[in-house]
């Protein structure tokens, strides 16, 4: 991509099937306070990780797409889902450059002691031909407990990251790898680093989590300094650049999360971004109804 004078101050786009991209907004934010960011939560059709290849693949490009044409010059696809199944396809079809993101097994070869380590993510993911060479590629000796965290991405969808019904089914995903001696835990869903709290008060100090959200804004970087897209501050700029965020849901939830764990107090637009696999679930619903 070929930056025009006007490119560097033009908007990131961020796209999550709901609410956990915001734990990426949050690192973007703070690394790069200078770039203006517009956030996508596809919240109508989440969880993705109950939605079968295609429609995952068919709602990436359709969200990405409509990103381009709002001025975006690069895209975060914050959604480890999106990104197993349908980055690579979705990098061909758009003009901008696209960072992704992918569970952090790499980082937790590095750091695990007892060489035994657990991923909490969706079926999706842990099912993805992506997320199986990244073990092959990183794992080497480490013992991959791989967990579907089943009902996760719901509760955080309705902000729910500590009653005591999800306490209960975390310790029901967390207390089968603390007893085979996990020592590490990779966070391999965007939603789930707003369940800090609620698992560490399940495992304590016995295992180190791995968030990957700080290396996607890392990454991020780094592309838009490749491709000559990279924002500058205005002198005695005090705040991060204006985010504007989007939902194809009333966006009731996402504006909550955003003042509770961002403390952004912002209007969310809703958009309605049409996409093949959705006209024809509108039609499904019409014909029903």
Not at 23 to 51: C, I
Not at 108 to 114: F, K, N, P, R
Request: glycine fraction near 8%.
């Amino acid at each position: 991509m070929n930056a025009t004078p006007n490119a560097c101050t033009a908007p990131v786009g961020i796209f999550d099937s709901g609410l956990g991209g915001l734990s990426v907004l949050r690192a973007v934010r703070t690394l790069l306070p200078a770039e203006r960011v517009v956030y996508v939560a596809d919240s109508r059709y989440a969880p993705y990780g109950q939605r079968d290849d295609d429609f995952i693949a068919d709602r990436t490009l359709a969200i990405g797409e409509w990103l381009v044409r709002q001025g975006a010059k690069a895209l975060v696809v914050a959604c480890n889902t999106a990104t197993a199944q349908s980055i690579e396809l979705v990098r061909g079809q758009l003009p901008i450059p696209l960072v992704g993101v992918e569970p952090g097994v790499k980082p937790a070869a590095l750091q695990s002691v007892s060489r035994v380590a657990g991923v909490l993510a969706t079926q999706v993911t842990l099912r993805s031909a992506r997320f199986q060479a990244l073990v092959a590629r990183h794992a080497g000796d480490l013992r991959v407990l791989s967990q579907p965290g089943h009902g996760l991405v719901e509760a955080v969808e309705r902000c729910d990251v500590g009653s005591p019904e999800l306490l209960v089914l975390l310790r029901g995903y967390l207390q089968p790898m603390l007893d085979a001696g996990a020592d590490t835990l990779v966070l391999g869903c965007t939603h789930y680093p707003f369940l800090d709290d609620a698992i560490r008060s399940i495992v304590g100090e016995r295992m180190t989590l791995i968030d990957t959200s700080v290396a996607i804004a890392r990454q991020l970087e780094r592309v838009l300094a490749q491709h000559r897209l990279l924002a500058e501050a205005p002198e005695g700029a005090a705040e991060p650049a204006p985010t504007r965020f989007c939902s194809t849901s009333d966006g009731a939830h996402l504006r909550l999360l955003a003042a509770a764990l961002l403390g952004i107090d912002a209007a969310v637009e809703t958009v309605q971004i049409p996409s093949r696999r959705t006209l024809e679930l509108d039609k499904l619903e019409k014909s029903a109804a």
